[in-house]
């Protein structure tokens, strides 16, 4: 596991001690290596965003829509920055599965 990987599992520690009212969720291995290519302003981006996106993940600062033409799943995606996005789905309507992150080329249908 690279040492970006591990800052996952350290921000998850901190998110969970501050706020009890955020949403359970998890990452995907897809995403945690998605995460560990990104450089280092897109992952303090995240950091910095991610309690807000827990705790309202249809803040307007994510503008967050549903990726359409998926028939048995809904997958959604959020916008990190202007050029970077990330995906996630509901689990039982309650964790959020965070799928994947990168750039706009990440919601091309290939890549789910």
Request: hydrophobic share 40%.
């Amino acid at each position: 596991m690279s040492p970006k990987t591990w800052i996952l599992g350290d921000l998850r520690a901190m998110i969970e001690k501050e706020h009890t009212k955020t949403r359970s969720y998890r990452f995907s291995r897809q995403f945690e290596e998605s995460y560990a290519a990104l450089p280092d302003e897109i992952i303090d981006a995240f950091e910095k965003k991610l309690k807000v996106f827990l705790n309202n993940m249809f803040h307007p600062s994510f503008r967050t829509k549903k990726i359409k033409g998926f028939k048995k799943r809904i997958i959604w995606e959020a916008s990190l920055t202007m050029d970077y996005r990330l995906t996630f789905e509901l689990e039982r309507g309650k964790v959020i599965v965070f799928r994947n992150i990168g750039k706009h080329g990440i919601l091309d249908r290939r890549k789910f």
